[in-house]
């Protein structure tokens, strides 16, 4: 662990909570920073910088998320918001966001009644009709595809939508 993580007061043999990812050359680093979004979660994240490699997205740590141009729906810009899912990479084994959120989705029967109290976000996908954001329990997103009129379950991190969305600059 890089010594700007370790917290003040902190002896060799001292438990440490970590987020370890790897870096460029494939080395294992641990921060104690938080991600915004963790491994098996949707988000919405702000694209940093596009290169020829793909987007960047500010997911809460020093590394950005890399959301590779073939995990991409449109090619995003630099200062766009996306709703990602973060997933390990099989191949390279590094984390990495994917905005093609369909293939991450799993059918659900929605468990609301008439009158319960609900949160709402837009979605900027062409086969989302409405999100529906639970407050109770784990954070959880039900979503309306309206290619389909398929239900399906996500879990959500709230945290990380009333900075990043809003019209596009």
């Known amino acids: 662990m890089p010594k700007k993580y370790i917290p003040e007061g902190k002896q060799i043999g001292d438990e440490v909570e970590a987020f370890v990812y790897m870096d460029s050359e494939d080395r294992p680093v641990a921060t104690t920073e938080k991600p915004l979004v963790q491994v098996g979660q949707f988000g919405a994240l702000k694209v940093l910088e ?9 997911w809460g740590v020093l590394k950005d998320l890399l959301i590779p141009y ?3 729906r449109e090619n995003l810009e630099e200062g766009q918001s996306v709703v990602v899912y973060v ?3 099989k191949v390279s084994r590094r984390i990495v966001g994917s905005a093609k959120v369909e293939k991450f989705l799993d059918t659900y029967a929605l468990d609301v009644e008439e009158g319960d109290e609900v949160d709402f976000v837009a979605f900027d996908d062409a086969w ?8 109770s329990g784990e954070p ?8 389909t009129g398929r239900l399906v379950e996500l879990p959500w991190g709230f945290h990380q939508l009333a900075p990043l969305y809003g019209p596009r600059s």
């Not at 959880?140 to 290619?147: E, F, I, K, P, R």
């Open 50 to 58: 596009v290169n020829e490699l793909g987007a960047f997205a500010d």
């Open 70 to 72: 073939a995990e991409q």
């Open 87 to 89: 997933y390990l990479d």
């Open 128 to 135: 989302t009709t409405h999100v529906i954001l639970s407050t």
């Open 140 to 147: 959880t997103a039900y979503v309306t595809l309206s290619g």
